[in-house]
């Protein structure tokens, strides 16, 4: 077997390999960088000089010795870039806009949560050129909204002035910067799975109900967000049940409520078989989860049901799938092709 690709190439993978080992290591020595690696110290010593020499590192205090020079540490500078998200969600029955700027490991250093009264294309602009001016390391934006997105573009949402806007291209063009789009329950399940280490090869399926619309899903495969073609997957309040999910009655009686919530277990089982469903809702609870289990064994072998589980923070999950595949857009995308 031959790899593929120039000297240049080699040498920006080797950059690659050793940035994102000392990423996941905080801090760590050259030697135990080469030896989680395969790089030679002398590489992986000159890689490091490179990375302090530009920011993306700084020199830390020396390791303890038994005995011996100790050894210089190098640590992760997670300040080196920031990523700007904002991403809506309503708050008490009204949209709000979450905005945060995060570090590289997609902790919070900002945070800010507006009311919005319009929603247009446009009018996110005055609050990213005042927090850009605030934070000049931000090098990547990603939007957060309810419904279907689709190369960039909102194709299905509430909010009317959105529909069909090219977001994306909207805004790389205005900032310069990379952008994305990502639907709010998509992101939400990536942050559920990743904040928990969900590492099934199965599906995980994460159902959200919010106070003023139907129900949507994400859905996690094998360590990776499934959105199916046209990024339809998971709009689950599309699926013929007979149901009314904006009919209000529905959520004023329990019975009705794991009734119809049970039906849907039945029907993404049926289609998915996840290993697991968490849901995000207010109405639900652990006691509630073993009725909806119950109902389900009506329909499906007992060995089919999946692990009902419940989510107590929808923001947070929201907010860390939100960082985290913002930040992905700086990952560097030079990989080695085998031959």
């Known amino acids: 077997m031959s790899i593929s690709g120039n000297a240049l190439v080699m040498k920006e993978v080797n ?8 990423k996941l290591k905080t801090q760590a020595t050259k030697q135990q960088i080469a030896q989680e690696t395969g790089l030679s110290i002398v590489t992986v010593g000159t890689i490091l000089q ?5 920011g993306e590192a700084f020199d830390a ?8 020079r100790p050894a210089q540490q190098f640590r992760f500078n997670e300040d080196f870039a920031h990523a700007l998200i904002i991403f809506l969600h309503e ?3 009204k949209d709000t806009a979450h905005l945060r700027v995060v570090n590289l490991y997609g902790e919070s250093i900002y945070t800010e949560n507006r009311r919005m009264e319009a929603i247009t294309l446009e009018c996110f602009e005055p609050w990213i050129d005042t927090i850009i001016v605030q934070y000049p390391t931000i090098r990547a ?17 509430d909010y009317k002035e959105l529909t069909g806007s090219p977001i994306v291209e909207h805004y790389k063009e205005r900032y310069g910067l990379p952008v994305l789009v990502e639907n709010d329950v998509n992101a939400a399940v990536i942050g559920y799975c990743r904040r928990r ?12 109900f919010p106070t003023k619309c139907g129900p949507g899903s994400g859905i996690y495969i094998d360590g990776k967000l499934y959105k199916g073609n046209g990024g339809f997957a998971g709009e689950v309040a599309s699926i013929p049940l007979g149901i009314d999910w904006d009919d209000q009655t529905l959520y004023e009686s329990l019975e009705r409520f794991v009734e119809a919530v049970a039906k849907l277990v039945v029907a993404v089982c049926s289609i998915i078989n996840p290993y697991a469903i968490t ?28 692990v009902l589980g419940l989510s107590q923070n929808f ?17 560097p995308q030079v990989f080695l092709t085998a031959q």
Request: one cysteine or more.
């Open 279 to 306: 849901f995000s809702s207010s109405l639900l609870s652990p006691q509630l989860l073993e009725g909806i289990a119950a109902c389900c064994t009506k329909q499906l072998p007992k060995s089919v049901v999946p």
């Open 197 to 208: 280490q969900v590492v099934s090869e199965a599906a995980t399926v994460y159902i959200y």
């Open 50 to 54: 490179q990375l302090v020499q530009d």
């Open 61 to 68: 205090e020396a390791a303890a010795s038994s005995g011996g």
């Open 15 to 22: 950059i690659n390999l050793v940035r994102r080992t000392l």
């Open 91 to 93: 708050e008490g029955g």
């Open 315 to 331: 923001t947070l999950d929201y907010q860390y799938g939100m960082a985290f595949e913002t930040l992905a857009l700086l990952e």
């Open 141 to 157: 934006i990603g939007f957060g909204l309810p419904g279907v997105e689709y190369e960039g573009r909102m194709i299905l949402t």
